[in-house]
């Protein structure tokens, strides 16, 4: 309810039925959690200001929007480094480790590359859930976990010592196969 004019207004992202127009209102995020998956309101897109923003410890200014904040985050709001060791640790999301505060889900991973397989035989062809094919449903999930992988941005190396490319970052790669497949025909496998 508006409390200027007294309508109903319509929530902030319910509008946005598809994942492409989901993504570009700067203060919605796709949420594939569900299913179906639905666009909904970035939490720390409510604050509009640098001030409210940086009140709210799970959110980060950063330049002109209030967006959630991460890890990395933590040695952006200080440059006392004791001040952001302790920041970096009161969070159970990330920990210390060598002077750079790491999201506690891959900061122990080491520097490599992560590949991953998956089944191109005719059952992907299939439905799964609410996608009208398994690619369509692996595809997404595999989508949604890869942007929260702190990635390298790299095409050839990975971060190795005395690269120089930033340690506890890495590459992804996802491979499809597929066996023989055979088939009976009139009796016979072909």
Known sequence: MNST???CQEKPCVGHADEVTCHEDLVCEWDSAVAPGKCKEKFCSRYRDHAS???EPACHWD???CSDKTCANYAQDSSDIDEVHCA???NPECFWHDNVCVDV???A???MDIVVLFDGSASMAQSFGRHPRGYEALLEMLRDWSLLLPLANDLGKAARPGTGYAKGLTRIAFIQFSGNENKKINGVVK
């Open 5 to 7: 004019t007294n309508l």
């Open 88 to 90: 970096c640790n009161s």
């Open 53 to 55: 923003c940086n009140s």
């Open 109 to 111: 991973c080491p520097t």
């Open 63 to 65: 330049f002109s929007t």
């Open 105 to 107: 889900h891959y900061g």
